[in-house]
């Protein structure tokens, strides 16, 4: 896990990646029923759209208060892993889904009462899926990528023998 500045925000750049990725494949997926050349050159426009406002909001704001609610709660690994996902999960998806709303909803013209109408259900959604692909997949992907790119152990050990 992250000790420093540095390694929160390589840790949160991975995690912002891969969920913006995968919501945004899983989004596109939901309108356009395939995977084509079209799906993926949306889904990458898309992502990049949804990156820019989920790595600073991620960082900024829900992470720390996720921490420390989290570390308030928490009496466990499991129960911290849980909650933490929880926190994220439950303050991220609103957020993320009214901008994607209105991403789509300032070109079309629509009314309050579309804007709602698709993005209440569009959040329950994506807040469904992404908290099962969060706890299952890439809460452990994002560990493993992290220890990848920061390898304190091997920086540690060397230094501890010279």
């Given at each position: 896990m992250p000790k420093n500045q540095?390694?929160?925000?390589?840790?949160?750049t991975i995690g912002v990646i891969l969920m913006a990725f995968i919501m945004t494949a899983f989004n596109k997926f939901?309108?356009?029923h395939e995977f084509s050349s079209a799906?993926?050159?949306?889904?990458?426009?898309?992502?990049?759209?949804?990156f820019i406002v989920a790595w600073p909001s991620q960082y900024?704001?829900?992470?720390?208060?996720?921490?420390?609610?989290?570390?308030?709660q928490a009496k466990s690994k499991l129960e911290y892993m849980t909650l933490r996902i929880r926190y994220t999960v439950i303050m991220s998806c609103p957020l993320m889904s009214v901008y994607a709303m209105l991403l789509m909803?300032?070109?079309?013209?629509?009314?309050?009462?579309?804007?709602?109408?698709?993005?209440?259900?569009?959040?329950?959604?994506?807040?469904v899926f992404a908290y099962f692909i969060q706890f299952f997949c890439f809460n452990w992907l994002n560990a493993a990528l992290f220890r990848l790119i920061c390898r304190r152990g091997e920086k540690a050990a060397v230094q501890e023998n010279n």
């Open positions: 540095k390694e929160e925000m390589i840790y949160t939901r309108v356009m799906f993926w050159w949306e889904t990458f426009k898309g992502f990049w759209l949804r900024f704001l829900i992470q720390p208060i996720a921490a420390k609610k989290t570390a308030e909803a300032i070109p079309q013209h629509w009314t309050v009462a579309q804007f709602f109408n698709a993005w209440i259900p569009g959040m329950c959604i994506n807040a």
